[in-house]
């Protein structure tokens, strides 16, 4: 495997070498490092990749819909063509399961497909058009046409969780580009290897397109450094980034101390509360182990790792409560530990684990055992009371990995009062009868104050990607709830209004052209034209 990766930096479709130090990925079961050795880019070879992208704006955000959507087409099939080769890769560095690496690589191949077929539809581009009225008293009315144009040059942060699917040719950069925004990601440092494979797949789509070669670059550097002096630089007009809290806000700070401030659309923390009622806890054994069955599964799997992990749930006192907890025990007493991304986060899992076991009055539920590889702890679940939750605000916090909190409530009131502590979430669980809905009803407003999506007798884990789909909530689940990271409602993160006034036909851009030479939909004096 390493004789067919460089180890370098690729910046414009030019493999670099950095002239920073040399890290390596790691295999986290077992501890070993991965050849080859990355080296990390300089600020000067940072400047290049910035550079280069600002160069190749035109070539990209120009592009006509049948061109663009060919070019995402073209990075589907290239990553489709070295799928075993990504796999491979992908296992060693990440520990994760191969079914679970199979599945991401299918979901990045679906998002590009999906943004090509938004491309060609268009709507995306938001045409308006109020025609001239130059009889209209008392003044006329002069001709405006808009349309929604890329923002920029846009810099992506891999994720360390999905190093297919949030990564170098994740939702971010696949939506960045559909909007018509060349793209520079800073790859993870924990799957280097991966990366690279990903990102000279989409460096030969660029070059089979006839591209500027700015349209993507892949850099290797550290986040302390690289990954800030990327937010500043001017070329750059927009973030995406998934991670810790911790990264993002700074990112976030960095952005908007910049002599012209750019946003960024970060996704970051969220416990993802699931509220269980009465009439779903069944009086049959068997009902009520499925039910319990269900739980531990959407928090044990990809050992816990992912944003959307339940965190938080929410059962009421009583025997029917009791008999859940109970269940829930004795499930996760059959569970083992799995390999997590790396020993880095494995500590911050253990030490958050550590802290909340240490608060007063917080139980044990239930605990698995230990897996046989390295970075693999096993299962918790504890419990605590609603009261209790209110008032410390340890057990707010999320815990990164398989560990979640069981909070026993009284009433609707109970929760609605516990609601209104919460921090903003990416989901909502409602598992319940329709005995439950009185009893429901008045939490889904205050609900929709505090999440993204809300589900009913459903798991958050498992993200559709699709037209509907948010993937996005209140700070600190994300840095800007008016938008989403999944789904094609991701776009409009990279795009802005330009409106045309009084300009004559030969300067106007094509999609607000009076022939429509793209066939787009558009809304003239307010009312939707659909073209065939």
């Not at 916090?397 to 009433?411: H, K, M, V």
């Not at 009062?417 to 979430?425: A, D, S, T």
């Not at 209140?474 to 990271?485: I, K, L």
């Amino acid at each position: 495997m390493s004789q067919n990766l460089k180890g370098h930096s690729i910046i414009a479709g030019e493999h670099i070498v950095g002239r920073g130090k040399t890290i390596y990925g790691y295999n986290p079961a077992t501890g070993e490092a991965l050849e080859p050795g990355f080296t990390l880019i300089d600020e000067s070879q940072l400047k290049t990749a910035t550079a280069a992208a600002a160069e190749a704006y035109q070539s990209l955000s120009t592009l006509d819909p049948e061109a663009h959507a060919d070019f995402l087409e073209k990075v589907a099939e290239n990553i489709e063509a070295i799928g075993e080769q990504i796999t491979r890769r992908l296992l060693l560095e990440t520990g994760l399961p191969e079914a679970r690496a199979t599945a991401e690589r299918g979901r990045t191949v679906n998002q590009l497909r999906l943004f090509a077929k938004v491309v060609r539809q268009g709507d995306f581009r938001g045409v308006r058009w109020d025609p001239a009225l130059p009889e209209r008293q008392p003044m006329p009315c002069p001709d405006i046409r808009q349309r929604k144009i890329s923002v920029g040059p846009v810099a992506v942060f891999g994720a360390s969780n999905f190093p297919l699917a949030f990564s170098v040719a994740g939702g971010d950069t696949a939506s960045a580009l559909a909007a018509g925004s060349p793209v520079i990601v800073k790859a993870h440092n924990a799957h280097p290897g991966t990366s690279e494979i990903v990102g000279t797949a989409i460096t030969q789509a660029v070059a089979d397109a006839g591209l500027h070669p700015g349209v993507f670059s892949l850099i290797y550097g550290p986040g302390s450094s690289i990954g800030q002096a990327l937010v500043s630089d001017p070329a750059i007009k927009s973030v995406g980034f998934t991670g810790s809290r911790a990264a993002g806000t700074s990112l976030m700070r960095v952005a908007a101390a910049r002599e012209v401030p750019i946003p960024v659309h970060a996704e970051m923390s969220s416990i993802n509360p699931v509220f269980i009622f009465n009439g779903v806890l069944s009086n049959d054994d068997d009902g009520m182990s499925d039910l319990a069955s269900a739980y531990l599964t959407s928090v044990t799997g990809s050992s816990g790792q992912l944003c959307t992990q339940p965190g938080l749930v929410f059962v009421p006192t009583g025997e029917k409560g009791d008999a859940f907890v109970m269940a829930v025990g004795a499930v996760t007493g059959l569970t083992a530990g799995q390999t997590m991304l790396s020993e880095p986060i494995y500590g911050s899992w253990k030490e958050g684990v550590e802290q909340l076991a240490a608060q007063p009055s917080v139980e044990l539920v239930g605990k698995g055992s230990e897996g046989e590889t390295q970075n693999a702890p096993a299962p918790v679940i504890y419990q605590a009371t609603a009261e209790q939750f209110r008032n410390n605000p340890v057990l707010h916090q999320e815990i990164f990995g398989a560990a979640s909190l069981i909070i026993r409530y009284d009433s609707a009131d109970d929760l609605i009062n516990v609601i209104r502590q919460l921090e903003g979430q990416l989901t909502a669980s409602l598992h319940l009868t329709h005995d439950d809905y009185s009893t429901a009803a008045p939490l889904v407003p205050v609900l929709e104050q505090k999440v993204g999506r809300l589900l009913v007798n459903d798991w958050p884990t498992g993200v559709e990607v699709n037209h509907s789909i948010v993937h996005g909530g209140p700070f600190p689940a994300t840095s800007d709830a008016r938008t989403t990271s999944v789904g094609t409602l991701a776009i409009e993160r990279f795009l802005r209004p330009v409106a045309y006034q009084n300009f004559p036909e030969a300067l106007m851009p094509a999609p607000v052209q009076a022939e429509n030479p793209w066939g787009l939909n558009r809304r003239v004096n307010g009312e939707v034209r659909q073209e065939d």
